[in-house]
């Protein structure tokens, strides 16, 4: 690959950075984490999932210890609520407290409603293509991490 373009896709990774710093403030002491972890919760239990840590750990590619801190962080926000299996009391269920569902409605649907509308001037295949490119790229750079201060 050409240096130049190298160059490009960092920066419209930076670019992509501003434009996620673009988005509404979020209330103290709530991370961007929890807007997806809730997003997450909420989609799997419309497929009629009872969700696990380990279901959100799984959707969204991330360890388990990290969405496990995170989601106790959330509980005692009052966001979330765990529920305890009735067959086994080792298995907890996860689910969006009335304060998770109202960030929730306010951030992924209220917002994401307004926003999708700023798009209609994208091509849907250009949206889905950089959303490939950047998955891709993503896992390209974790992948083969290389260490640049040798």
Do not use: H, W
Request: hydrophobic share 35%; charged share 30%.
């Amino acid at each position: 690959m050409d240096i130049e373009l190298a160059k490009r896709m960092m920066d419209a990774c930076y670019q992509g950075k501003r434009i996620r710093d673009m988005l509404p403030a979020l209330p103290e002491g709530v991370s961007s984490s929890f807007i997806q972890y809730l997003d997450v919760i909420e989609t799997l239990e419309r497929q009629g999932i009872q969700v696990k840590v380990s279901d959100v750990s799984d959707t969204l590619a991330l360890p388990r210890p990290g969405v496990t801190r995170t989601i106790k962080d959330m509980e005692s926000k009052g966001y979330v609520k765990k529920l305890s299996s009735s067959e086994d009391r080792r298995v907890t269920y996860l689910t969006a407290t009335d304060a998770g569902k109202a960030l929730s409605e306010k951030y992924n649907t209220q917002y994401f409603t307004a926003l999708s509308s700023f798009m209609d001037d994208l091509p849907e295949e250009d949206i889905r293509c950089t959303i490939r490119t950047m998955e891709k790229f993503y896992k390209i750079m974790c992948e083969r991490r290389i260490n640049l201060d040798k």
